[in-house]
């Protein structure tokens, strides 16, 4: 079984920085791309950045400049440093991980719980 872990969601004013991490884990064998999706009230949800086994990424538009993604390949785990935060980050964010466990016969993806970002002013 596996699990994706988040946290560092919180409340923070407009102009202010939040890190969000997100833990893998479970019988993992390899994990490929990682990234982070985010859900609006009232809106579908939207993909946010990914980053592949390769420290490739990609970022929506709206986010590029002010977040950046990375991961720790030891420690399974996922990171978005969100700054200069403006309202319309509001959202609850979830981390995703396109993986294979062992004894699988292909990858699949996973998604987190989530952790909610509030940017009030």
């Known amino acids: 079984q596996v699990q994706l872990v988040e946290s560092g969601g919180g409340l923070v004013q407009p102009g202010g920085s939040l890190r969000l991490s997100c833990a893998a884990s479970?019988?993992?064998?390899?994990?490929?791309?990682m990234g982070w999706d985010r859900q609006a009230p009232g809106k579908e949800r939207e993909l946010v950045a990914t980053?592949?086994?390769?420290?490739?990424?990609n970022y929506t538009d709206c986010v590029k400049g002010r977040f950046t993604i990375s991961r720790d390949n030891a420690k399974k785990t996922v990171y978005l440093q969100m700054n200069s935060l403006k309202p319309e980050d509001t959202a609850v964010y979830y981390c995703?991980?396109?993986?294979?466990?062992?004894?699988?016969?292909?990858?699949?993806?996973?998604w987190g719980q989530g952790t909610q970002v509030i940017v009030y002013s």
């Open positions: 995703n991980a396109h993986l294979i466990m062992y004894g699988s016969r292909g990858y699949a993806n996973y």
């Open positions: 980053i592949t086994s390769g420290d490739n990424t």
């Open positions: 479970g019988s993992i064998a390899r994990i490929n791309a």
